[in-house]
């Protein structure tokens, strides 16, 4: 039930006047009010104590006025309302620790004079329609910043170049914007950095194997921007906590080789606990529609929509699709047991699919469509019991599809475009090809596979959208809620 509440603050506060220790006010949480001020906003004592102050969907459509004699303010949260402007009066309140003012209308450039609040932990501006380039002065302002966040904006020109050492930023999410240039390299100084998003630009960069030496990295989305050239792996830039990487939609060329395999060796699990879909979305009394199937179909592979953190909460993932990316992909990735969505759709794969898929215990979503696999389907797939949506479509694929397991459940669009493909759950059937044998993987995967070391590890959010979306809704708006799941998970 929504409220429509009428608040006249400078005479309507009798209620309210009585809390002299006031230090935190929440009138948000989609309450519609309609907030008349008077015009002695100045003389609002009964507020002058108040620290944390949330104004979320109150239908403003600028920022009150009493704001600005808060004194003791140091957590201000206005998302979701209708404000198009950021009074200049805001600037001087250097006490402030958290500034949202996300999904408005806010319009214009990022003043500057925002490197006023030196004492800010979190930024967030997201889902608004500011222009510009972003304020060189964003990074190196506050040697206190942790989260930053103006994605779903218009901001033009490069990300600015100042990441100075000592840095706490662990969250940057540049995503759905217009910029363009390179990825500066001063970002190896954020070292305490765990999300960096800048999917859905026009940056024209190599793959910045440099972020693998970050230790705490867990999601790098470069998702739909002119990333080019080979995906390298240093032996020092190994990305030894990273858990979710969205490489789709770029212009990568490459051969995907058992070194580049290597660098996620983070995503490998030991003594992990299985968790299938029903389980999660029953756990923790999770608000989420049973009935509504997770994934969907876009010609660019799959489309999985945020579902909540008690299902993406032990989400491990790589999205490579939509690149050219070429050769055959190496067993080893078998390996990768903690991978619980793989996305290789829409490249130029060659050779058969590995039987070391089967491996992958914990994988739920596989897609390899729009590529040129040839060879009969692995059996060991059917060992694949958490699988929900897979899609092998548009390949030179033969031979009948194994009728066991998961594989059994799905239909003819999940085959389609292999004209040697036979099942039951085709529209051609096979007539009595022999059942390929179930065979053990050889000694060379066995070995290779021991290369990797084991962790232990539970990670956090993702949406997923024709390649990782990290955003809400496949949208743009959760960063800050990932940000805070890592605060309490890892």
Request: glycine share 6%; hydrophobic share 40%.
């Amino acid at each position: 039930m929504i409220f429509k509440v009428k608040f006249h603050i400078s005479s309507s506060s009798d209620m309210l006047s009585k809390l002299q220790k006031l230090t935190v006010l929440g009138l948000g949480g989609g309450n519609k009010l309609s907030f008349l001020e008077g015009k002695n906003t100045s003389k609002v004592t009964f507020l002058s104590q108040v620290r944390a102050l949330d104004l979320t969907s109150c239908n403003f459509v600028h920022f009150p006025n009493f704001i600005q004699h808060l004194q003791e303010l140091t957590t201000l949260s206005i998302s979701n309302n209708n404000i198009k402007t950021i009074p200049s009066w805001l600037w001087n309140k250097t006490t402030l620790e958290s500034l949202e003012v996300s999904n408005n209308l806010l319009m214009g450039d990022i003043s500057p004079s925002i490197c006023n609040l030196q004492s800010l932990v979190e930024l967030d501006l997201s889902s608004n329609n500011l222009v510009g380039m972003i304020p060189s002065c964003l990074g190196s302002f506050s040697q206190s910043l942790q989260l930053l966040n103006v994605s779903g904006n218009k901001l033009t020109g490069n990300i600015p170049q100042i990441y100075v050492k000592g840095n706490l930023l662990q969250l940057i999410d540049f995503s759905s914007n217009k910029l363009y240039g390179q990825l500066p390299r001063a970002l190896v100084n954020c070292r305490m950095l765990e999300f960096l998003d800048v999917s859905r630009n026009h940056f024209n960069d190599s793959f910045p194997f440099w972020l693998g030496s970050l230790p705490k990295l867990k999601v790098l989305s470069l998702r739909d921007n002119q990333f080019h050239g080979a995906i390298m792996c240093p032996l020092k830039y190994t990305f030894p906590q990273l858990r979710i990487i969205d490489l789709s939609q770029n212009r990568f060329s490459t051969k995907l080789t058992s070194e580049i395999i290597m660098c996620f060796k983070s995503m490998i699990i030991s003594n992990k606990r299985q968790l299938d879909f029903k389980d999660v979305i029953h756990s923790d009394n999770a608000e989420i529609d049973i009935d509504s199937h997770p994934f969907s179909m876009s010609n660019k592979g799959v489309v999985m929509d945020y579902l909540g953190s008690q299902y993406l909460h032990h989400m491990v993932a790589i999205d490579l699709s939509c690149n050219k990316i070429s050769g055959e992909i190496p067993d080893i990735m078998g390996s990768l047991n903690g991978l619980v969505v793989l996305n290789l759709s829409n490249n130029m794969f060659t050779g058969s699919i590995p039987s070391s898929f089967g491996k992958l215990s914990s994988l739920e979503v596989l897609d390899l469509s729009l590529n040129s696999l040839s060879g009969n389907i692995p059996q060991q797939l059917t060992e694949l019991t958490f699988l929900d949506f897979f899609n092998v479509s548009f390949n030179n694929l033969s031979g009948p599809v194994p009728e066991n397991g998961q594989l059994s459940t799905f239909d003819n669009n999940s085959f389609e475009g292999n004209k040697d493909l036979c099942g039951i759950q085709l529209l051609k059937k096979c007539e009595d090809h022999p059942k390929p044998p179930l065979q053990k993987p050889d000694g060379d995967q066995d070995s290779e596979s021991g290369y990797f070391f084991e962790f232990y590890w539970m990670v956090i959010l993702i949406g997923y959208g024709g390649g990782l979306v990290v955003g809400l809704a496949v949208g743009d708006a959760f960063s800050v809620d990932v940000y805070r799941l890592l605060k309490k998970i890892f």
